[in-house]
């Protein structure tokens, strides 16, 4: 196989699409809101590409039994109300530096064969805490989109995220920038140690303003009111260790 493998799996015309990015990230977040997306929309998405490359994991996914090799996949979604969307996920990043750069820019020549000229980048932020009011800070390329993204509640925080936007999400604003792609990350706080689907939820809040597009929550919710009980559980742990750990008393001894 060659560095890059792209199947064309169907030909859309779509009015003005916007990319989506969806791969997994810090507490998933990313990929849960892309898939929520697809799931909510499947009546209106299509398949158009998948991109095969060997800077993914060497490995492939089996349900029912069938193989499949590691990908990623395109989805072109016309929702009944607001924007056409391309959508972006899959199970994996690359694994190099140069694998982000080249999967980034194969993504956006897809991108621009559709007729898209807008990207968002979807991930997460990490706290370090568990939390129970889910901000969205954001990044962008144009100053002019600060005023829409304020509106539908993304944060602007100077230095914030610390360190930068690494991969795909980071390179699509940057390389999608000198293609004259005008580009945000949306990321949604989250404690960064688990799956994260109220934090999904909360980017997707936004860019269902931002994109004038109405979804319902209720598989994403349920998820949530899953990892609560996982949560739960883990702080009972912790509360018990921390029940057990002996005092100075317990450390006395006749001897």
Excluded: W
């Excluded at 990230?25 to 898939?35: F, S």
């Excluded at 996982?230 to 742990?237: A, L, N, R, T």
């Amino acid at each position: 196989m060659d560095e890059l493998d792209i199947d064309a799996v169907a030909e859309l015309d779509l009015d003005d699409p916007v990319f989506v990015e969806g791969l997994p990230g810090v507490g998933h977040v990313g990929k849960l809101a892309v898939d929520h997306l697809l799931e909510e929309l499947e009546g209106e998405s299509t398949l158009v590409r998948r991109v095969y490359s060997r800077e993914f994991p060497p490995q492939v996914t089996v349900e029912d039994g069938v193989s499949e090799l590691t990908c990623a996949e395109i989805y072109a979604v016309s929702p009944p109300e607001g924007r056409d969307l391309l959508l972006l996920t899959g199970d994996h990043q690359a694994q190099t530096n140069d694998g982000h750069y080249v999967l980034t820019s194969a993504f956006l020549d897809i991108a621009e064969e559709f007729g898209a000229s807008e990207a968002f980048a979807l991930g997460g932020i990490p706290t370090g805490e568990l939390i129970d009011e889910y901000a969205v800070v954001g990044a962008m390329t144009e100053e002019s989109m600060r005023e829409d993204l304020e509106e539908a509640g993304v944060e602007f925080r100077e230095d914030e995220p610390a360190g930068g936007i690494v991969g795909v999400s980071g390179l699509l604003l940057g390389l999608g920038a000198r293609r004259g792609f005008e580009s945000a990350c949306l990321m949604g706080e989250t404690s960064g140690y688990l799956v994260d689907p109220k934090s999904a939820r909360a980017v997707l809040e936004v860019l269902e303003e931002v994109l004038e597009i109405e979804l319902d929550y209720e598989t994403l919710d349920e998820r949530a009111e899953e990892m609560e009980d996982v949560i739960g559980k883990i702080q009972e742990m912790e509360q018990q260790q921390q029940m057990d750990v002996p005092t100075d008393d317990d450390l006395r001894y006749i001897g």
